[in-house]
């Protein structure tokens, strides 16, 4: 598993945790299935009740897991008190074996996933310790898979179509082979091929694997040898159309082809484009990231000091009684080091999304339009206006807590409605040829606001696990505007 480095846990809350499992295995006249599975345990080590952390930790992973992942739905769970979702222990605990649809889960964990599956936020999650690689590599690091290490255009080119290269990514194997962007590739091995040719090529190469490619640049045709090795994938690409730059953006990251991540691609775009007068920014089909990319991100296209919006947070109150609280936070580029006017501030700025386009994306986008009235082209957005805390938990597994919703500086929210685009285009194609036009013009601006109609993606009765075989990890089914914090238990 790839190391990974956390942000900081900001408050301590190890203490209260225990404090908690102190008063929970100590009072004998509390019953139920979770207490007496604690007394039971702590009788087989010879342990006497309350117990202190360190005998906490040496019951059976599978309780500490479930005590830990209840601890925190009850701490940071933004509808666990406000919308009274979070019920006893003993409502999930020794529940799910009954329940068939249960089966496909390791049966340590069973209850974990029916605890959470009673929340009605679909992003909040737990994920066993068989899914650790795949979250702490959709949560840190852009696509890192074997290929060529090329960005085909698929907005101009169908399926069918030729494979034009519209980026070719730094260090990758065509880089080294001397592939350039523009140049359209006619042949692999002699086979002639088209954009879906070469895109099912690339999926099922293997690393070591060679290949001779033949491309067609302007009037001169080249014969290149490359050979497949692994690819760390940008999230940022820059394209031209005339004088105008477009900025694609895939998703927001900590670790991309930089350390810096994402918001480092994205000034390194600005850089490169230092001079434009219209931007293009596309965010088509980007499900979001990390708010640490999109909020800075944002304030790069804004006059200093704008505020980016404002965050409802679900939080642990250490003043008192260690209990939830929920507070409103203004959202501002100094919380992210940032000061002065965004590198783009000036610049005409237009944005394209679809309902592919989520949370941070919606985020950046809403912070952007509120602030300067810039308008958006395509099709409504997601309408995911919530983020999530993801933590680490004892038995190596993570737990995905819906801890945030998200207004604009003008406390309205587009969660579950989603963004109304100015223009509306069906097709991806369609919304950058109207993006150019609008970008070329510069003088539109936004009228449009946000969907009063639901988008359907937040039902509000509680959801219930799918039947079927083992539950299926999907990267842009469970990303989202997100913020790590360390496992509660020392030492994990």
Excluded: W
Excluded at 58 to 86: S, V
């Amino acid at each position: 598993m790839k190391k990974i480095s956390l942000f900081p846990f900001f408050i301590s809350i190890c203490a209260f945790l225990f404090a908690s499992c102190d008063i929970l295995v100590s009072d004998r006249d509390e019953e139920g299935a979770f207490e007496e599975a604690i007394r039971d345990a702590a009788r087989e080590k010879g342990l006497s009740l309350p117990l202190s952390e360190r005998e906490f930790e040496m019951l059976p992973i599978e309780l500490q897991e479930f005590e830990m992942t209840y601890e925190l739905l009850d701490l940071f769970y933004l509808y666990a008190h406000t919308k009274h979702e979070l019920g006893d222990r003993n409502d999930y605990y020794d529940v799910s074996g009954t329940l068939p649809e249960y089966r496909k889960y390791p049966a340590e964990y069973s209850d974990i996933y029916y605890m959470f599956d009673q929340m009605s936020c679909p992003f909040t999650n737990y994920f066993d310790p068989s899914f650790s690689e795949m979250i702490a590599d959709a949560l840190f690091y852009s696509d890192y898979d074997v290929g060529f290490g090329i960005r085909l255009d698929t907005i101009e080119q169908p399926a069918s179509g030729s494979a034009v290269v519209l980026n070719v990514f730094p260090n990758s194997p065509a880089e080294k082979a001397g592939i350039k962007e523009g140049d359209v590739i006619i042949s692999i091995d002699d086979n002639p091929v088209n954009r879906q040719d070469v895109e099912e090529q690339e999926t099922a190469s293997k690393d070591g694997d060679k290949f001779k490619f033949v491309v067609s640049r302007g009037e001169t045709l080249d014969t290149l040898n490359i050979k497949v090795q692994k690819v760390k994938t940008p999230t940022v690409f820059v394209n031209y159309r005339g004088d105008i730059p477009m900025i694609t953006i895939s998703e927001f990251t900590d670790t991309t082809i930089t350390n810096e991540g994402t918001y480092g691609e994205f000034k390194d775009a600005l850089e490169q484009t230092a001079g434009a007068k219209a931007t293009i920014i596309n965010l088509a089909d980007n499900g979001g990231g990390s708010v640490d990319h999109c909020e800075p991100m944002a304030a790069e296209l804004l006059p200093a000091n704008t505020v980016l919006g404002y965050s409802i947070n679900a939080d642990i109150d250490t003043i008192h009684d260690y209990t939830q609280i929920i507070d409103t936070v203004p959202m501002l580029p100094s919380d992210y080091g940032k000061t002065g006017d965004g590198m783009a501030n000036d610049r005409y700025i237009v944005f394209i999304q679809n309902g592919g386009t989520a949370s941070c994306s919606e985020l950046m986008i809403s912070a952007v339009t509120a602030a300067r009235n810039a308008p958006v082209v395509g099709t409504r957005s997601y309408g995911k206006g919530i983020g999530q805390y993801y933590f680490e938990t004892p038995a190596g597994g993570y737990a995905g807590v819906t801890s945030s919703q998200f207004f604009d500086k003008n406390h309205n929210s587009y969660h579950t409605y989603g963004i109304e685009p100015d223009i509306i285009k069906l097709s991806l194609k369609d919304a950058v040829n109207a993006a150019f036009e609008i970008a070329e013009e510069g003088t539109m601006v936004r009228t449009a606001g946000y969907s009063n109609t639901p988008t359907g993606h937040f039902p509000s009765l509680t959801r219930k696990s799918k039947s079927g075989g083992k539950p299926q990890f999907n990267r842009r089914d469970h990303f989202g505007a997100f913020k790590v914090k360390k496992s509660p238990i020392k030492g994990r």
